[in-house]
């Protein structure tokens, strides 16, 4: 994503201060990043190599599980035939490609490439989709796990079974990040009714967060150097 001086503003608010004093460095568990920047989940914004690339400038990327990179062993072959397809064939065409079921064996291999690169590994799955895949995930490495859909509460309230998000996270000894919960409000709400439901250690290793911008970058803020 490429940005001019006319597309930013930089706004002050009552005090301003010195940007030698201040880091953009952002934490959770042991994992820092030197760039407040963590890119989206999806396939038009992230692949293993894109990862790998944000990972070394400072920033975290993370991949999409249950996307073409998880479904084709060389996935730039259906999204060439994307992106040149004609626009009124494109959400059917697109709706096969993504049919193919997702492989295992691929997750393994996707995620070994971005650690074997040195860099910390994020990936997200779908809340459907984490109850039957996220062992796969953990064996395979990853250092921080995202959940993420469409819309995403810490209480899902239905007929069928759905995934425990407050013990999902207090059962897995691994970071935890809840991505689409859509504005601050859920973010919030979430964030509290995991703080009630689960002890502290296990708080301070989730985050919800919300991804606010078709650029599928979300910038994390910065903080002062203490």
């Given at each position: ?14 005090r301003?201060?010195?940007?030698k ?10 994992y820092?990043?030197?760039?407040p ?11 293993p ?12 990327g ?28 494109a ?9 193919a ?20 590994v994020?990936?997200?799955l ?33 007929s ?23 504005n ?22 989730s ?20």
């Open positions: 994503v490429a940005y001019s001086f006319d597309d930013i503003a930089v706004v002050p608010s009552r301003t201060r010195d940007p004093d201040v880091s953009t460095e952002w934490q959770i568990d042991a820092k990043f030197e760039i920047m963590m890119a989206a989940p999806m396939d038009s914004v992230m692949s190599e894109t990862a790998i690339e944000i990972g070394r400038l400072g920033g975290l993370v991949l999409n599980l249950e996307g073409l990179w998880t479904r084709y062993d060389d996935p730039r072959i259906p999204l060439g035939e994307i992106a040149s397809m004609p626009e009124k064939h959400t059917r065409r697109m709706q096969e490609i993504y049919a079921p997702i492989r295992p064996e691929l997750i393994k291999e996707r995620i070994k490439q971005i650690r074997d690169a040195g860099i910390t994020a990936a997200s779908s809340p459907q989709r984490t109850a039957e895949l996220h062992k796969t995930v953990i064996d395979a490495g990853v250092d921080i796990f995202v959940i993420r859909g469409t819309t995403v509460s810490a209480e899902h309230v239905g069928g079974e759905a995934l425990n998000l407050k013990k999902f996270i207090y059962e897995l000894d691994t970071p935890v990040i809840v991505g689409g919960v859509a601050g409000t859920a973010a919030l709400h979430s964030a509290l009714m995991l703080l009630a439901r689960t002890t502290a250690p296990h708080f301070c290793r985050l919800a967060i919300t991804w606010e911008n078709s650029a599928g970058v979300l910038p994390m803020g910065s903080k002062p150097i203490s």
